[in-house]
Nanobody, 118 residues
Framework: QVQLVESGGGLVQAGGSLRLSCAAS????????MGWFRQAPGKERSFVAA????????YDTDSVKGRFTISRDNAKNTVYLQMNSLKPEDTAVYYC???????????WGQGTQVTVSS
């Protein structure tokens, strides 16, 4: 198993930036593809970005392209989500998740709140 703990959320004005971190413990971090998801009030959880085991490949949803960047540091067992040019519609609880098989996320963190004020 792997345990995931997110941090870095908070309140920011529109146009601002935040960097989320997700620290992993347990099994070897580098065997997992990692992803970030978010859930806004009254909406279903949705995909934000993902990164391959080595970090060589990344994927993100259209609404965050050019603004958010996912990265990982396998030596630190941590995945990051750099969020720039934040918009009020980015307000959500952000979750990181680990997938041993591509797109099959088995482990989830508890989430961190991101609130963007207009």
């Amino acid at each position: 198993q792997v345990q995931l703990v997110e941090s870095g959320g908070g309140l920011v004005q529109a146009g601002g930036s935040l960097r989320l971190s997700c620290a992993a413990s347990g099994r070897t971090f580098s065997i997992y593809n990692m992803g970030w998801f978010r859930q806004a009030p009254g909406k279903e959880r949705s995909f934000v970005a993902a990164i391959s085991r080595s970090g060589a490949r990344t994927y993100d949803t259209d609404s965050v392209k050019g603004r958010f960047t996912i990265s990982r540091d396998n030596a630190k067992n941590t995945v990051y989500l750099q969020m720039n040019s934040l918009k009020p519609e980015d307000t959500a609880v952000y979750y990181c998740a680990a997938a041993y098989m591509a797109n099959e996320y088995d482990y989830w963190g508890q989430g961190t709140q991101v609130t963007v004020s207009s």
